[in-house]
């Protein structure tokens, strides 16, 4: 379905303009060298916050006994950055403007964690189950924590600038997974487990 195809739901919701594709969506890279065009990182496309609301009510009124509604990748604060700026544009970032990620970290969290509840509020009334694209089930809310950004920046960088992130968004849905994205992601793992707040 729809919700499937979007890659990560909260770029869209902070105004990126999103294509798409047959089998997915995508956002060019917008954000310029300086960030002087940067969004002000709140939900502001309506029409994609109205249309969420929508298909997951929609689904979550017959759902209950019959089926789990599953939801879109809400992403994580990174990724919302790598989707935005491009990936070459992102490291170099981290050497000429790292005072940049701190501000929008926090600004991102605050719009994600507008989002994951409205998830569970348009759904779990409904006494409906939530799955995420892993098609885990829990009786309690949960998160899949993503950072796919963490492959090409070095331990210090992940876990001075996203591992924070990743931490307070798990403490926040209190039930929380890392999907840890490849090979070159191992390098993370270590932190990663020595992170009470992400069991698995």
């Avoid at 992403?75 to 919302?80: H, I, K, Q």
């Avoid at 990936?87 to 970032?93: G, I, V």
């Avoid at 924070?164 to 039930?175: H, Y």
């Avoid at 994205?181 to 069991?199: N, T």
Wanted: proline share 6%; aromatic share 12%.
């Amino acid at each position: 379905g729809f919700l499937d195809r979007i890659i990560s739901y909260i770029p869209g919701l902070l105004g990126a303009a999103a294509e798409f594709g047959a089998e997915t969506t995508w956002y060019p890279e917008f954000i310029t060298d300086d960030w002087s065009n940067a969004p002000d990182w709140l939900i502001t496309n309506q029409a994609w916050w109205q249309a969420l609301e929508r298909m997951l009510k929609r689904v979550a009124r017959s759902a209950a006994g019959r089926y789990l509604v599953g939801t879109p990748s809400l992403g994580g604060g990174a990724d919302v950055l790598l989707n935005m700026r491009g990936p070459a544009k992102l490291c170099l970032d981290l050497v000429d403007r790292r005072e940049q990620f701190q501000p929008a970290m926090d600004a991102i969290y605050l719009a994600w964690h507008q989002a994951f509840s409205l998830l569970w509020d348009s759904v779990t009334p409904n006494r409906a189950g939530l799955v995420h694209w892993l098609t885990l089930w829990s009786n309690q809310p949960y998160y899949v924590a993503e950072c796919d950004f963490n492959y090409m920046i070095s331990p210090r960088d992940f876990q001075e600038l996203f591992l924070p992130d990743i931490v307070r968004r798990a403490k926040t849905v209190g039930r929380a997974i890392f999907h840890l994205a490849g090979p070159g992601a191992a390098r993370h793992s270590a932190a990663l487990l020595d992170e009470p707040a992400i069991p698995a």
